[in-house]
């Protein structure tokens, strides 16, 4: 598994070009073993060039990289700016079409994508080795050797997960939050330590922006696990501590160039807020939050706060605030972002025309007076049988209602693998509606207009035909295993993410 790991970190940096003597974008150059390459049969590599707009509308630029004959890459990456975040996607025949991002140890990857710091001119060279291993050379390796590091560290607080179970059912929990917070800070020092050993070989600003990243994102994922497993007070009381035991001490000159920061930031407010007001993420938080924040905060940073905050929540809370967020905004990518999402998170849904199993034809406009929960899959995804394990309680609670319809959408290009799939009941739940693209996978419309890469993905549409949300609570964070590893199909309903999600269906349902 680690060898695996190793290769779909690998297979992010496989994008290379010739090196240029001076350039003002970023060139990597390399070549992965054969060995790999056979048994993923690749053939594309994609990137997503991430910018703080992109936070918002979710339009990262994404480039595809194609995998040549001699097992060679080549990319050229347009850096607008000094400093740029990439993310790296794998495409191969054997993961059946599947993109794959690169993932260390990082939870919550569907909000916390693992982002690579570049630096305009960097010029790499790569090569993969049969084992999985990668030796990087040339301008700018260092910190992508030291990224790479930081992404695969394990965590210490992971140690006391039993202990953790067996307190949490006793409803004892936070005799252990001290533990928990002396593990944070054993993981920020361990991360400390090893960024320090760069100092002298990095430049000023990316080892500020990386001491920075490494921080936030051990912060987000702690505080985050304790907020879906046990409730927003012990995640706030753990955000408290944290400050208490270890203030921070980052550079204000480069927060706002750090892309894990802002989040951070966002949440502590979010869960502290949730634990004074007793107001939980299933209800409407953001109009309580909304003017803390715009209030407390100022200049770049309170509109890159707020543009978060935005993102974060569901459109339906956000919708009454978006005029002012217009109106506040001085940045033109903030001013730009607004716009953008605006036009699609409070405009009409696409007006989808996809075919079922039988060649029918299924618009959008046929399902005017229902509530529309679309999920987008493809064949080969686990997080897509994750969040149909999931779904299936859903889809449950609402059989008898005729206001909400159940519909499935798949990616895959070969028709015979989806119609295959479809009786596994892997990917689909009795009761749904299974739709098709007709073997325009990623490409059609339905997964572009949104800006979604992969999956799984929902959306889910007004009676009106309006976009209630194409970023509803996410239900794969709580699908759950047996102690065999099996997907089980009970309790979602009583989780935090659970009732959020049904609650914004019942506001839908409610609605004319």
Known sequence: MKKLLSFIAAIGFLCSGATMAQTKNIIISGRIDSTIVKYFELNEIKIKIFDRASKLTNDEQVITVPVTPDRKFKAEIPANSKLVYLSFWALGKNRKNAFTPIQGQTRFADKYEELYLFERGDSLKLNIWKDGKMSFTGKGSEKLKLQSYLYNLPHTYESLSQRYVDLRNQKKFGELLPSFVAALHTDNSIRKNLIATYKGELPEDVYQILLIDALSRTEIEITENLYFTSGVEFADELSNAVRLKQPESFNAKYINLSAFYTDLIFLRELNSYGAKNAVNRKENYFKGLYP?????????????????????????????????????????????????????????????????????????????????????????????????????????????????????????????????????????????????????????????????????????????????????????????????????????????????????????????
């Open 292 to 512: 803390i924040l715009k209030r407390k905060y100022t200049g770049p940073f309170r509109e890159d706060l707020l543009l978060v905050a935005s993102k974060r929540a569901p459109s339906d809370f956000v919708r009454p605030f978006i005029n002012d967020l217009m109106s506040i905004s001085i940045d033109p990518l903030n001013k730009k972002a607004f716009s953008t999402w605006k036009a699609k998170e409070f405009s009409s849904a696409y007006p989808f025309a996809l075919s079922d199993q039988n060649g029918l034809i299924h618009n959008l406009s046929d399902y005017k007076g229902k509530v529309v929960v679309m999920d987008l899959w493809f064949t080969g995804c686990g997080g897509c049988i994750w969040l149909n394990t999931a779904m299936r309680q859903i889809v449950e609670k609402y059989k008898d209602n005729k206001d909400i319809v159940f519909l499935t959408v798949s990616a895959d290009t070969n028709k015979e693998q989806w119609l295959k799939s479809i009786p596994t009941e892997r990917y689909t739940s009795p009761g749904t509606v299974n739709l098709y693209t007709n073997g325009k996978g990623f490409d059609d419309p339905i997964w572009t207009y949104y800006g979604f890469i992969g999956g799984p993905n929902q959306l889910i549409i007004g009676k009106d035909g309006s976009l209630i949300s194409s970023r509803p609570p996410n239900l794969v964070l709580v699908a759950q295993k047996n102690d065999n590893g099996e997907l089980l199909a009970s309790g979602l309903l009583e989780t935090p993410i659970g009732k959020e999600f049904i609650n914004m269906l019942d506001k839908a349902l409610l609605k004319n």
